[in-house]
DNA sequence: CCCCCTTAGTAAAGGGGGTCTACTAACAAA
DNA sequence: TTTGTTAGTAGACCCCCTTTACTAAGGGGG
């Protein structure tokens, strides 16, 4: 046997990396990966033929037909009868995903005094909304709160639960354990796997303002190339999406942008201790006493004034990761307009040709419920692989 | 068993994402993910027997032997003999990768003026170096002299050449096109397709700073899982490295950060046509004139001031990211003093403690070779899987 | 010294996974 | 009709890892 050292050989990203443990790929894994490649399409594109599967994943037709009939078998996906138009050949059937056959439970905790739930279908569709206020409750009793409160979700869906996601501030890690989130007083708090075994479901949580990322890249159009958003609330948080999967962060803390100094001296004392960060200038309490009875005049040049630090602050990151969109996440009133634009120009200014020349700057396509949403994509890619 | 050439298959993450062609995965990607385990783990820890790779891979001793056989047939591994020292059982017999049966040819074309070459081994050790003065030559003129050059380097290799690698200042795309390095006049350059033509071998292109971050994580000893080089010279540049893999950008200029604004008002005119960029103030000629002539406490001064506007930069990009390391690449004499003090001084001030807690911003553990050594990471990633 | 135990490495059978080839089904157009 | 095209499936085959069982080669205790 000669020597072929000379090709290029298939190193999946990210799992060659010395850190994490070296992990084994098996034909099993591969078979995983091109089932939710399907469940992908049929979720993104709407239904399909099988051969059009075939083609749009370079699968053979027999493997696609396969790999259908188990999703059929498991009730994810259905025939749809045929493909209505007349061309040549053969009419196609139409597989879909059967985006009514499950649903998801999801729980947005960004609020300090509720927590926000609902009942979701498969495609992000809210079949049942309810919210709870917290009373103050931290700690373990809100995590009993919490559990109740996912019951009663999971008792008024229609349709089998497939997993619950929940968006919390915070810190946390990859195995949903909530590292810190003050307000709540957790600390290291394993939410999902204490829920998980409760509710006898799959449990995934993450980062409210992470998770609002997935939820523009997955049901919005963010670019999942690598885009930003930035979430304008009681704080001020972000998620970033480089390569269609959000930023961790060495300790979990990636995004937390809202405490970076924008004003070096002069600043307001922060939540955090701190002076002049950027919560204390963006975040809505802030710029609803900037702009407190102002004339329209001044108030746009108030909101100017945060853009400016707002985009001070972006251009570095922008140019270190190169995005090709930062969003905008809050009250349209007040972040749409001279905040917005000012915020843009700065960057456009601070960031050089090749960085800023594709760059977008609006407004997040998703409402109030970005963080729902958000909750559902991580049960949807926790639980099936699409996102 | 010939070339079975440049088949370039698909990376695992990212694969899911809808942006880029959703990419099937097969039995034998898992295999060759498996074998660029087995080479990983022995190029990093060195001499291993079968049983403990198994171990360590959590594959089987059968496919473990297997492998092992297909690398030793293909003369990039061997058999070292039994494992030193007393214990139960049948002595293990070592295997390792053979570091010295191929070589790597690696080039540096960061300088303006003469371009840096060498002939490494598999472990990144230079066997054989060159340089060659560019005597201003620029556009398809520096192609052929580039070419010229390589073909000198392979000739004075003592082994077979895996692959050459090229580290490129300015914005170069996955595929080695040369999108535009304003200083070689080149746009739109197929630096990587054209020279594997004329040489028949495999050639890999990445912007230097770039693979200076990937030099630094396989061969030194920064964490993969978040961090950032800045590399000072003529210019600024930076790379990124998050989860063990180099930040690309949406439009391949990922790490441009020499050329963020940081003086508002009264910076100097930088070659890009703007005024006050980072590179107007940190880059080596701008420290050395201003601190040239000084007394010493004068020219630390200056040198803290240049950090203090590094560490106003970088303190959003940390903060966004959660990067766990800052590493300063060049002159020790320049950046090794207050200078790197201050920007961490800095970043800690305008960072909050769960972002700087764990951060360390130290100078890079590789010396001037380091984007040669990135050069070579480049070709073992590309033909081996090792990084 | 012998027996037992442990560890290293390999051979053979088995099962998951995808492709290739060949076939049927079902239509449009000539 | 006939021809050509497209959709979908069946069977044979190859790749890849695992399970099981076996051999090889040591240590240690009685």
């Given at each position: 046997?000669?020597?072929?050292?000379?090709?290029?050989?298939?190193?999946?990203?990210?799992?060659?990396?010395?850190?994490?443990?070296?992990?084994?790929?098996?034909?099993?894994?591969?078979?995983?990966?091109?089932?939710?490649?399907?469940?992908?399409?049929?979720?993104?594109?709407?239904?399909?033929?099988?051969?059009?599967?075939?083609?749009?994943?370079?699968?053979?037709?027999?493997?696609?037909?396969?790999?259908?009939?188990?999703?059929?078998?498991?009730?994810?996906?259905?025939?749809?009868?045929?493909?209505?138009?007349?061309?040549?050949?053969?009419?196609?059937?139409?597989?879909?995903?059967?985006?009514?056959?499950?649903?998801i439970v999801a729980?947005?905790?960004?609020?300090?005094?509720?927590?926000?739930?609902?009942?979701?279908?498969?495609?992000?569709?809210?079949?049942?909304?309810?919210?709870?206020?917290?009373?103050?409750?931290?700690?373990?009793?809100?995590?009993?709160?919490?559990?109740?409160?996912?019951?009663?979700?999971?008792?008024?869906?229609?349709?089998?639960?497939l997993g619950v996601g929940?968006?919390?501030?915070?810190?946390?890690?990859?195995?949903?354990?909530?590292?810190?989130?003050?307000?709540?007083?957790?600390?290291?708090?394993?939410?999902?796997?204490?829920?998980?075994?409760?509710?006898?479901?799959p449990?995934h949580?993450?980062?409210?303002?992470?998770?609002?990322?997935?939820?523009?890249?997955?049901?919005?159009?963010?670019?999942?190339?690598?885009?930003?958003?930035?979430?304008?609330?009681?704080?001020?948080?972000?998620?970033?999406?480089?390569?269609?999967?959000?930023?961790?962060?060495?300790?979990?803390?990636?995004?937390?942008?809202?405490?970076?100094?924008?004003?070096?001296?002069?600043?307001?004392?922060?939540?955090?201790?701190?002076?002049?960060?950027?919560?204390?200038?963006?975040?809505?309490?802030?710029?609803?006493?900037?702009?407190?009875?102002?004339?329209?005049?001044?108030?746009?040049?108030?909101?100017?004034?945060?853009?400016?630090?707002?985009?001070?602050?972006?251009?570095?990151?922008?140019?270190?990761?190169?995005?090709?969109?930062?969003?905008?996440?809050?009250?349209?009133?007040?972040?749409?307009?001279?905040?917005?634009?000012?915020?843009?120009?700065?960057?456009?200014?601070?960031?050089?040709?090749?960085?800023?020349?594709?760059?977008?700057?609006?407004?997040?396509?998703?409402?109030?419920?970005?963080?729902?949403?958000?909750a559902a994509v991580l049960v949807l890619s926790g639980q099936?692989?699409?996102?």
């Amino acid at each position: 046997m000669t020597t072929d050292v000379t090709r290029n050989v298939a190193t999946m990203r990210g799992l060659s990396s010395r850190l994490r443990p070296l992990t084994k790929v098996l034909p099993e894994h591969a078979r995983a990966h091109n089932r939710s490649l399907v469940l992908q399409h049929l979720f993104h594109e709407g239904p399909t033929s099988r051969a059009d599967l075939a083609r749009a994943t370079q699968l053979t037709r027999v493997t696609i037909s396969d790999l259908v009939s188990a999703l059929i078998a498991e009730g994810l996906v259905e025939e749809l009868g045929v493909r209505p138009g007349q061309r040549v050949g053969k009419p196609a059937i139409l597989v879909g995903m059967r985006t009514s056959a499950y649903q998801i439970v999801a729980v947005d905790l960004t609020d300090d005094m509720e927590m926000r739930g609902a009942v979701m279908s498969l495609n992000g569709a809210i079949v049942v909304r309810s919210q709870l206020n917290i009373e103050g409750r931290t700690g373990a009793d809100l995590v009993d709160l919490l559990a109740r409160f996912i019951r009663g979700l999971i008792a008024s869906a229609t349709q089998p639960v497939l997993g619950v996601g929940i968006g919390s501030p915070g810190v946390v890690d990859p195995e949903g354990l909530v590292v810190e989130a003050p307000n709540r007083r957790w600390f290291d708090v394993p939410l999902a796997a204490d829920l998980a075994d409760r509710l006898g479901l799959p449990v995934h949580v993450a980062n409210d303002a992470n998770i609002a990322a997935l939820a523009e890249f997955t049901f919005g159009n963010a670019d999942g190339d690598g885009f930003m958003i930035v979430t304008v609330g009681q704080g001020v948080g972000a998620g970033v999406v480089v390569d269609g999967s959000p930023m961790r962060g060495y300790r979990n803390a990636a995004g937390e942008i809202g405490h970076v100094t924008v004003l070096a001296e002069g600043g307001l004392r922060c939540a955090c201790g701190r002076d002049g960060c950027l919560e204390t200038v963006l975040a809505v309490p802030a710029l609803r006493s900037a702009t407190a009875g102002l004339s329209t005049q001044d108030s746009d040049a108030a909101l100017a004034s945060a853009g400016r630090l707002l985009g001070t602050a972006l251009a570095p990151v922008i140019s270190a990761l190169n995005l090709s969109e930062v969003l905008l996440s809050g009250p349209a009133e007040l972040l749409d307009g001279p905040l917005r634009e000012t915020a843009l120009e700065v960057i456009r200014d601070r960031t050089m040709p090749a960085v800023n020349a594709g760059l977008t700057f609006r407004m997040a396509s998703l409402d109030e419920d970005v963080v729902l949403s958000g909750a559902a994509v991580l049960v949807l890619s926790g639980q099936l692989g699409v996102s």
